[in-house]
């Protein structure tokens, strides 16, 4: 009787190990889950950051652009202008480098 009372023991003993060496393999699993869930989740965050940050880089870089091919239309045409009203004292010019020179006062 105490033969089967300490077998009885030692069989509820070892269920009990087993159990607990589940318990812990599964605690182990479910930890491991979580961090390679983690690390994944960090992975796409990252992807998606980098992608976000690539779209906005590039609606900046199609304002900055844009402001820098209006800035160059307005200095084209300015120094149109400028050229233009050159052009324009030309003949004023010409004329006045003629009367010095013919009327001799260089």
Do not use: C
């Not at 479910?30 to 609606?59: C, G, H, P, S, Y």
């Amino acid at each position: 009787m105490a033969f089967d009372v300490l077998s009885i023991i030692k069989t509820e003993e070892q269920k009990a190990s087993e159990l607990l060496h589940e318990a812990q393999q599964a605690a182990n699993d479910m930890i491991k889950n979580a961090e390679t869930k983690a690390i994944e989740d960090e992975r796409k965050a990252a992807v998606d950051n980098r992608a976000l940050f690539q779209q906005i880089l590039d609606e900046r870089k199609t304002q900055v652009e844009a402001q820098l091919k209006e800035q160059q239309a307005q200095k084209r045409e300015a120094l149109m202008t400028q050229v233009n009203e050159a052009k324009a004292r030309v003949a004023d010019a010409a004329q006045y480098i003629i009367s010095e020179v013919v009327n001799g006062n260089r």
